[in-house]
């Protein structure tokens, strides 16, 4: 993907839509609310015809809404039982067919929990489970970005270290920023200079690429000593959203930017009011 500026879209159908679970008549809705993109949500499993696919695709390239995609939550790639890790890899790779049918460029999922084991450990099986996933898509020639998610709780994988490091490891990986989920997992990373360092280090790390072709997540949050509690719309929540934006901007970022809020369409034009602004 290559876009001049960030795209700001909602997590699923927008609520505003007349008809709540049809994706096709949710992308309609985007493009009439003046936004730029929609995340397809498979959260609770892949289930969508063939048909639907194929018209998704055919709306999103009329309307000029491109898509993302959300990976079932049951997918856990440190599962105790190997047939649990086999099932979360099909759902990966079950979740990619749909969601490149459907014309999605990138694709995001939870990859993992510790369960307790050391978060080396749970790296180098969550890295071997992502070279099968990638060499599998090549072989049936399916192109699509895998991003596994930046996430909110302390029991989860998916801190900014073990996303840089697997985006260096695995060459279709790379990190979906949930800038809400890293306040929540660390209790930083909410001013300014933090959002400016985050940007940085990736630029410095993975390169420029990094910041031109971004996958973010952005809502409001709460959370505890454990991490993310639930998301909220972005003015009940102290999460300094105006300041990320300002970062995104000044780093000249692009991509997309997903809306997680429960208000979903409002705050994310909110958010792309605000960015025009700037």
């Not at 709540?20 to 008549?25: A, D, H």
């Not at 070279?131 to 970005?145: A, Q, T, Y």
């Not at 934006?245 to 208000?263: E, F, T, V």
Request: charged content about 25%; proline content about 3%; hydrophobic content about 35%.
């Amino acid at each position: 993907m290559n876009y001049e500026r960030l795209l700001f879209g909602t997590a699923g159908v927008p609520n505003s839509t007349a008809k709540k679970n049809n994706p096709i008549e949710g992308v309609k809705r985007i493009h009439e609310l003046e936004l730029d993109c929609m995340q397809l949500e498979f959260a609770h499993g892949v289930r969508m015809k063939e048909e639907i696919s194929s018209g998704l695709r055919k709306v999103s390239y009329e309307l000029g809404v491109p898509l993302t995609s959300h990976g079932p939550y049951y997918i856990n790639l440190n599962a105790r039982e190997q047939d649990k890790i086999d099932s979360s890899v099909e759902r990966i790779i079950q979740t990619a067919k749909i969601s490149d049918l459907c014309g999605a460029e990138s694709m995001t999922f939870h990859a993992a929990f510790y369960m307790k084991d050391s978060p080396f450990d749970v790296f180098d099986l969550v890295e071997k489970s992502m070279n099968v996933i990638e060499e599998r898509l090549s072989r049936l020639d399916i192109e699509i970005e895998l991003r596994p998610e930046l996430t909110g709780k302390t029991s989860q994988f998916g801190s900014l270290e073990e996303l840089i490091s697997l985006t260096k490891n695995v060459n279709s990986c790379r990190p979906c920023m949930d800038f809400s989920h890293l306040y929540a997992r660390t209790g930083n990373f909410n001013t300014d200079k933090e959002f400016d360092e985050v940007l940085t280090s990736l630029k410095g790390q993975l390169g420029e690429d990094a910041l031109q072709n971004m996958h973010i997540h952005m809502s409001g949050i709460s959370s505890n000593s454990k991490g993310d509690l639930k998301h909220l719309n972005l003015e009940e929540s102290d999460f300094n959203w105006k300041g990320l934006l300002s970062a995104l901007k000044n780093h000249d970022c692009r991509g997309y930017i997903i809306c997680n809020s429960p208000n979903l369409e409002v705050d994310a034009k909110m958010m792309k009011d605000y960015y025009m602004t700037l």
